[in-house]
């Protein structure tokens, strides 16, 4: 059976803005209140889903979440029509209404961790949506993920959804941000890596003193054991506190792998010698594993956030070598520039480089790795999939058609909470269910 690696990108959303809601991410809290293109972010978007296709990685897609949120606001004590609600929580509390208006969904990395089948005990594809308690705005996500992935993996058969982590800082989940899977052939049973940045029931841990640890130890062990995980293939590490202090808030703004390769800078593990160790002991396979490490002299911490060098999409091509599609601001910071071109000459399975251009995402701290969740499948699994969220040529097009005609090409947070926008919002996103076949799975279309 032939097993091979999906790209579930997000599409974004209409409402695409920089509010600024994530503290500790440099890049979203630096452009707070900036104007955003959500027209162009969408097509960026599908631009690299088309990048990925045309280098023989196929591409599904998630559609992005209903805003504002407001059964959430409505819990918060605001009442009346959806216009009464919608109009006293953005004067009262314009904060928390933006958060209800995010399109943070965007970001798939975070929307889940997903074990393969080969891996799991009950030898089918096993997903866990990630709570996100960490930022309110994304605490908004779960529950709809968990609905989509149901819409988009819908068999029984071959896929089990869990529910999701409690909704609690003690298991604050991230989803796959802080996991990667490491493996000689996709198909066999591989290690699976979770990092996360903090200990809950340990305050004895060293953890971040500036910004929050989005990630608890417990969190990634309780979602190891519902994937019913072999102990001996989990491997545990801890983000180095200091980086997610300079703004590492997800370790895959720091850290990438695939395959048989760990792609990551010197800095980004507490204690990166026990990583190498335990991961050098629970891999196995015919081809050799590759830790490539980033040294800090090479790369500093912060060239490597500017650059979102470790959030590219580490794939491996039909050649069976490796390519890192990467941000062109990788082109536009001088040492990553470098350490790119020294790379390319090395001994690594890592032999090409691809630019792509997603700074809409970008200014939200989003890269191109953060945009998409990964999900190993066999060609019995493929088959089981809502056909309709897998990309083509045809179907990338009738996207990109759709997106043209609804979306705006500027938003303001003022626009927000207007009425008109809003509907135009409900629109699009109606056209998408359709596009996509996923049925009436918005609550604006629910409630008639
Ligand atoms: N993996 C990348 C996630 C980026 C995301 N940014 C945001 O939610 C910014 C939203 C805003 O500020 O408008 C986050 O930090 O979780």
Known sequence: MSFKEFNFDGLVGPHHNYAGLSFGNIASTGNAQTPSNPQKAALQGLSKMRTLLSLGIPQGVLAPQQRPDVSALRNLGFI???????????????????????????????????????????????????????????????????????????????????????????FGDEGAANHTRLCSNYGTAGVELFVYGKVAFDGSVPSPKKFPARQTLEASQAVARKHGLSPSKVVYAQQNPDVID?????????????????FYHELAFAEPAQLKADLTAAYEGHHPLHLIEVKNKAVSVSDAIQS?????????????????????????????ETYLKDLMQQNTPIQQVEFIDVKQSMA???????LRLRVVLNDVEAAAVNQACLMSET??????????????DRVEVADLADMTFIQECHEALDQLTQLLDLGSIYPFQQSF
């Open 364 to 370: 939200n701290g989003g890269g191109p790795a953060c």
């Open 246 to 262: 300079a703004g590492v808030f997800h370790n895959d703004v720091i850290s990438v792998g695939n395959s048989n390769a760990l």
């Open 80 to 170: 009346g029509t959806d216009a009464d609600v919608i109009r006293s929580a953005s004067q009262q509390c314009p904060a928390i209404f933006q958060s209800c208006m995010s399109a943070s969904s965007m970001w798939t990395a975070n929307a889940a961790t997903v074990s393969p089948s080969p891996d799991c005990a009950n030898g089918k594809v096993n997903f866990t949506a990630a709570n996100l308690v960490n930022k309110y705005h994304r605490s908004l996500e779960p529950e709809f993920t968990r609905t989509l992935l149901q819409r988009v993996f819908p068999s029984r058969q071959h896929f089990h959804h869990h529910a999701v982590l409690p909704m609690s800082e003690h």
């Open 308 to 336: 979102y060098l470790f959030n590219t999409q580490l794939i491996t091509l039909e050649n069976g070598s490796m390519a890192l599609v990467a941000p062109t601001e990788c082109q536009k910071t001088a040492s990553v």
């Open 395 to 408: 179907k990338i097009a009738a996207l990109e058609q759709c997106i043209k005609r609804y979306y705006r």
